[in-house]
Antibody, heavy 119, light 106 residues
Framework: EVQILETGGGLVKPGGSLRLSCATSGFNFNDYFMNWVRQAPGKGLEWVAQIRNKNYNYATYYAESLEGRVTISRDDSKSSVYLQVSSLRAEDTAIYYC??????????WGQGVMVTVSS | DIKMTQSPSSLSASLGERVTISCRASENINNYLSWYQKKEDGSVKLLIYHTSRLQPGAPSRFSGSGSGKDYSLTISGLESEDIATYYCQQGYTPYTFGAGTKLELK
């Protein structure tokens, strides 16, 4: 069974940084791309970042609205993916979902982790 | 970025009713279109990918169609478990989603 579990959320002050972690199991992690998608309160889904697998040289892609403030990374030995977000703003307050993907197809999603940016 | 315009934003329907949700891309996305279901408990599931391919485990009452810029998701007979918000997503980076359609029971 595919399992995806996000951790690392919480309350962060504006201007601060946060590192989200996503642990996975139940599938061959090396075969898949991984993504982060977020949903701000009262808003729709927003794709944040993707990291491809070794076959694609771990290429990374980011939403333009966040580029420069976010870094996605992965550790294949731990079947885990990470999202580092810096210079946090109130509008970064959201539930952050970790998702597995085959290309653009986000086929399994975690339950999400809440990030609140507030002083 | 490719903009996805989804309609309607909300929809009220009766059990057993046929429901259709539409999505229009700002440019041709060559069938690289997925549909997702998000429930109130926060869970998100892939329903349809590549316009019309049913994700294993998704009920067969869900179907997708379209080409070029215009796509749709149809539920052939609404069931209570289908009450959720539905999102389309195009497949060129940066990936973008429609604004969502909140489906409620009439």
């Amino acid at each position: 069974e595919v399992q995806i579990l996000e951790t690392g959320g919480g309350l962060v002050k504006p201007g601060g940084s946060l590192r989200l972690s996503c642990a996975t199991s139940g599938f061959n992690f090396n075969d898949y791309f991984m993504n982060w998608v977020r949903q701000a309160p009262g808003k729709g889904l927003e794709w944040v970042a993707q990291i491809r697998n070794k076959n694609y040289n771990y290429a990374t892609y980011y939403a333009e609205s966040l580029e420069g403030r976010v870094t996605i990374s992965r550790d294949d030995s731990k079947s885990s993916v990470y999202l580092q977000v810096s210079s946090l703003r109130a509008e970064d307050t959201a539930i952050y979902y970790c998702t597995r993907s085959r290309s653009y197809i986000l086929d399994y999603w975690g339950q999400g982790v809440m990030v609140t940016v507030s002083s | 970025d490719i903009k996805m315009t989804q309609s309607p934003s909300s929809l009220s329907a009766s059990l057993g009713e046929r429901v259709t949700i539409s999505c229009r891309a700002s440019e041709n996305i060559n069938n690289y279109l997925s549909w997702y279901q998000k429930k109130e408990d926060g869970s998100v599931k892939l329903l349809i990918y590549h316009t019309s391919r049913l994700q294993p485990g998704a009920p067969s009452r869900f179907s997708g169609s379209g080409s070029g810029k215009d796509y749709s998701l149809t539920i052939s007979g609404l069931e209570s478990e289908d009450i959720a918000t539905y999102y389309c997503q195009q497949g060129y980076t940066p990936y973008t989603f429609g604004a969502g359609t909140k489906l409620e029971l009439k």
